[in-house]
């Protein structure tokens, strides 16, 4: 039987987008940093508004730990800031761990999320201490526990992606139908599969997501438990939303979705969550820059000095950003592209921008901490965009 949705039941969420104010960097910040000169496109990043995401995201789910996805942006400051919090933190990969290594992080605390990996990228993260391991399939589990026969190993399983700008959905993740012979294959090797973890899609703006994964969790504890396993963790992975161009239901609204879903869960069973984007994302500007305008027959383009390989490919692939410039023409529509020579590299199409936009102005896109200058390449010879503090 499936409860019907504390969404529906409490009127106050009839409409349950953009409940909460959501911050972004005080833009006083920007002028103060161009005034110190501009060589390169950089993102400008304020701590304390981590700080306060941070804080905000534990109020909103107290019994949920957050484990900071560190992909999101791997800049060592950001890293610091949230180690002092008392996050931990989720990685992917030897360069990510080792980034954690170097800032001291308590590596018996990591969760190593990406759910394939090389049987070498196992055994050195094993030899530093990680003992939690994701897996979404019986190679996988085979793997993992031939290298490190003691770790604690978590089954991510698919769930829906609806409604979430970034679907993460497809590449991994175990079908329901699959469950069970995983299940079987665990017990069989004597694995310690100890818990579920799931991604509902990153920019999630579906609370949904979460019910529904969760509620697939638990189905899935209860056949851990009728073959003899003991589940002790829920990880309800990342995925929660910032407020860029569309609005968002905010994290105190999938906070109540999260708390109700699991307010039936057993005491042994912890619950974290892998958070990127929701942590990282709104306490940044990222500022670029014109280099050329033109017209194509009826289409405006505008070129600026980062594109798709600097920092700004989610904005290729459907994600919205706000832009903000100095000028103050009528709005009418550009494409807008970047630097390199290659042609994938444009960012958006028909994007209302000020008819006045010149060379030289500056482009500022709010909200950017997150998946920006972690994507970046120096392709074509264009250098990485900086980072800078407040
Ligand atoms: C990318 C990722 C995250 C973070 O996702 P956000 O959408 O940035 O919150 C968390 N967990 C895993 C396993 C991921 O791959």
């Given at each position: ?13 009839e ?40 804080r ?12 900071y ?33 170097s ?36 190679e ?16 991510r ?7 979430s ?36 899609g ?41 407020r ?93 592209a ?53």
């Amino acid at each position: 039987m499936t409860k019907p949705s504390a969404l529906n039941q409490r009127p106050e969420f009839e409409n349950y987008f953009d409940t909460h104010p959501e911050p972004r960097l005080d833009f006083a910040h920007v002028r103060r940093a161009l005034q110190d000169g501009y060589d390169r496109p950089f993102l400008l990043i304020d701590p304390q508004i981590i700080r306060n995401k941070y804080r905000r995201f534990l109020a909103a789910m107290p019994r949920v730990r957050t484990h900071y996805a560190v992909k999101a942006n791997p800049d060592p400051r950001v890293v610091r800031v949230l180690a002092a919090e008392g996050a931990g933190f989720e990685v992917a990969s030897p360069a990510e761990l080792d980034l954690l290594i170097s800032l001291g992080i308590d590596i018996s605390e990591v969760h190593y999320s990406n759910p394939v990996r090389a049987r070498q990228h196992i055994e050195y993260a094993a030899s530093k201490g990680v003992v939690w391991f994701a897996f979404d399939s019986v190679e996988e589990l085979r793997k993992v526990h031939a290298v490190a026969p003691h770790a604690k190993v978590y089954l991510r399983i698919d769930t829906p992606n609806i409604g979430s700008d970034w679907p993460l959905s497809g590449k991994f993740g175990t079908k329901m139908r699959e469950v069970d012979e995983i299940i079987d294959v665990a017990a069989e090797l004597g694995a310690d599969l100890c818990g579920v973890t799931f991604h509902v899609g990153s920019q999630c703006r579906n609370a949904e997501n979460w019910r529904v994964a969760i509620d697939s969790s638990k189905r899935i504890f209860g056949k851990m438990r009728a073959k003899g396993l003991e589940p002790t963790l829920l990880n309800i992975g990342g995925g929660f939303p910032v407020r860029l161009a569309k609005p968002i239901p905010s994290v105190e609204v999938i906070g109540d979705v999260v708390n109700e879903a699991i307010a039936d869960l057993e005491d042994e069973i912890s619950v974290m969550a892998e958070p990127g984007r929701y942590l990282v994302s709104d306490a940044a500007y990222f500022v670029c820059r014109v280099i050329g305008t033109t017209r194509r027959g009826d289409e405006r383009w505008v070129y600026l000095d980062t594109g798709m390989f600097g920092g700004l490919l989610e904005s290729t692939q459907g994600l919205q950003y706000q832009i903000e410039t100095d000028r103050g023409g009528q709005l009418v529509p550009w494409h807008v592209a970047g630097p390199t020579c290659d042609s994938v590299d444009v960012l958006l199409k028909d994007e209302m921008l000020p008819e006045d936009l010149q060379d030289d102005d500056f482009i500022y896109f709010p909200n950017a901490g997150a998946y920006t200058t972690a994507y970046a390449s120096n392709f074509n010879g264009f250098p990485l965009p900086d980072i800078r503090f407040v």
